[in-house]
Every structure is written in C-alpha cells, then in structure tokens.
C-alpha cells in the first residue's frame, strides 16, 4: 500500500520512528534503513536544486513513486521538508529540536551510516545518537558485488541501459511515468503505433536504445511492451529525445493517459537503416524479443 505524502507544516506529532534520507530509488541500501520504521523523513524538492542549482542528480523516482515503493515495504507516512532557505541554514541542533522532536515527536530515528544534515551537512549519525531523546540507528552501508549500493550507481548503471543490473539493485525495475503526448503519426503508418511519453522534468533516462518493458495503463491493465527511447536516427525530427512504447496486443487510444513503464532488458541500440523496411522488419524481431523477455 502506498505511503501517505504528507508536507511538513500538515504533518502531527505522534510517538513515531522515522528514516532520514533522500532514498532516490528505494534500493536494497535504503531499505534496510526503512525496515520497522513507521515514516520516512525526506527533503523535496532536492537539496541540490537550492544549494547547487543546475546540479542536482537525475531523479530514478518521483515522490509518488517513493511513497508506493516506502508503503510497500510498511511505511505508513512520507514527509516531505521543503528544502529553502531556513532549513539550508538550519543548525543540526535546530533541526534536531523544531524537526525531529517538536513536530514529529520521534522516538526512534534510522539513517544510513553516510547520512548528512544541517547547514553545510554538518550534522552526522554519531550527533543524533548522543541525544537522549530518541534511540537512533545507524545502518551500515549495504554491499553487493565488491561495491557499495547507492543511488550514483544505480544512476549510472541507468545511464548506460544496464536496466536488468539496475533492476537488481533497485529490487523492483526502474519504472518511468507520463502522459501520452502526440507524435508524427508514423508508428501507425509502419505498422507499429507508439505512446510517446514525456517523462517528468530531472527524471533519469536509459541510454538511448531498444528495451523490454512491462506497461501498465492508466485502468491498472498491463501490457508487454517494447520501448524505443532515442533521437530516431532513421527520421529527421524536431521531437527531441522520445520515450516511446508499443504495447503488444492492444488497440486504442491512450492520448492524454497517464503510462508507467518497467524497464526490464535492453535489447539494443538505436540505429539508422538502410530503409524504412529494414527499420520496421528490425521492430519486428525487438517486438519477438520483448514477448519473450517481458510477459505480463
Ligand atoms: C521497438 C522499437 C524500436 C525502434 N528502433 C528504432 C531505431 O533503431 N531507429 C530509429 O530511428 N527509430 C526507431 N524506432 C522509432 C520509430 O522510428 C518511431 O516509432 C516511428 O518513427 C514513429 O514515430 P511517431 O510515434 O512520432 O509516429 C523504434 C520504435 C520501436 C517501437
Ligand atoms: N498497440 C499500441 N501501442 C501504442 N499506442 C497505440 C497502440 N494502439 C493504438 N495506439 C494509439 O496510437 C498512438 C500512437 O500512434 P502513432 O501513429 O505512433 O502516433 P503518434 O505519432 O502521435 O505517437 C498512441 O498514442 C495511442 O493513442
């Protein structure tokens, strides 16, 4: 069950044990942290976009798709602290008081071992276990292959299409949501219509290429479907950089619907073809290979 998003200034005091963290793809790490706490503490927007704007990480989850995730896992809140200028300035010690134990009334605090907080992230781990108030965890970070779980790896695994590793890491696929927008209505011309998507501003993005997905539909339905996402080299075009599905089996019109796509397995590389027809027989084959590498 999903989590219920809750802003800070709407939120009541209530013996609680709460998870600090950004948990940007609530990976195998960041849910170890969660484990037996009753709410997840984040910021929103990202720290960065005040603190370093223009540098903040592509984003593996939306908040929603962070409160489902947190929600499954038993997580009953997900409270979000806007990150402005107060809490930039705050002093750990402030943060502790007006935050933790006068808002939130916590009684139970679980972070990550790298966890930072305060103004210039001078607050750590060791200075909310020193206060008595609360009992504070401090969960080593996970390891898995010879290297430590974060967010920056599986963003970068992300970056280079590597969705099936990412996946792993993530515990459930990298999923990307958005409306269906209007194209150059040449899917159907060729035989296979796409939902081009238009994913939220700062999400991350596979490497441009050929996936195998799992769609689920605005109704709750799920379909097989293989996603193109890229520059279509075959085409000129003016679209920019699109994500865009073809769902196996279906027929309809999906303009204006919200899609979510699970990503499971590459497939390959977008490429440019000697001919329109060699283009649609490769979609063939990607579509053969997504049916097999993506049954709902
Ligand atoms: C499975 C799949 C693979 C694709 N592979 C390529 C490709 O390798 N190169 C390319 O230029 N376009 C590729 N496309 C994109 C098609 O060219 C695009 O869907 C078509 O131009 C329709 O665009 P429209 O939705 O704007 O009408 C692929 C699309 C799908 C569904
Ligand atoms: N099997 C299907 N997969 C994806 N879209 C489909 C399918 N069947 C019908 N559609 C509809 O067709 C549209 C895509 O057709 P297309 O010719 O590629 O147009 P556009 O260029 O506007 O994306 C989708 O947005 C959707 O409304």
């Known amino acids: ?13 209530r013996p609680r044990t709460v998870a600090l963290g950004m948990f940007d793809g609530v990976h195998l790490g960041h849910r170890e942290v969660i484990a037996g ?23 593996l989850t939306t908040v929603e798709r962070r409160a489902r995730l947190v929600g499954d896992v038993g997580v009953l809140e997900l409270v979000l602290i806007p990150f402005d200028a107060h809490v930039a300035g705050q002093a750990p010690a402030e943060f502790v008081e007006e935050i933790l134990v006068e808002r939130l009334d916590v009684r139970g605090v679980r972070v990550g071992e790298n966890f930072r907080f305060g103004h210039g992230a001078t ?11 609360f009992d504070t965890t401090i969960v080593p970070l996970r390891r898995e292959g010879g290297e430590t779980v974060s967010s920056t790896r599986v963003r970068e695994l992300v970056a280079r299409g590597e969705v099936a590793e990412a996946h792993e ?26 939902a081009n998507l238009h994913p939220p501003d700062g999400h991350a993005l596979p490497a441009h290429g050929v996936y195998a997905c ?31 599905a073809y769902l196996l089996d279906y027929e309809g019109d999906l303009y204006g619907q919200q899609l979510e796509l699970e990503f499971l397995h590459r497939l390959r590389g977008e490429q440019r073809f000697d001919s329109v027809d060699e283009l649609i027989a490769q979609i063939g084959r990607d579509v053969d290979d997504t049916r097999r590498l993506a049954p709902v």
């Open 169 to 194: 890491l993530l515990v459930e696929p990298f999923v990307i949501g958005g409306t269906v927008e209007h194209g150059e209505k040449r899917g159907r011309e060729i035989g296979f219509p796409t």
């Open 214 to 244: 799992r769609a689920t539909l605005a109704d709750g339905s799920r379909r097989t479907a293989a996603v193109s996402i890229g520059i279509r080299p075959q085409f000129e075009s003016a679209l920019g950089v699109l994500v865009e």
């Open 123 to 133: 607050g750590t781990p060791e200075l909310l276990a020193a206060d008595g108030r």
């Open 1 to 13: 069950m999903t989590a219920r998003i809750v802003p800070l200034a709407e939120v009541h005091a």
């Open 37 to 59: 706490a009753d709410t997840v503490l984040t910021f929103h927007p990202h720290p960065t976009t005040i603190i370093a704007p223009g540098r903040t990480p592509p984003q």
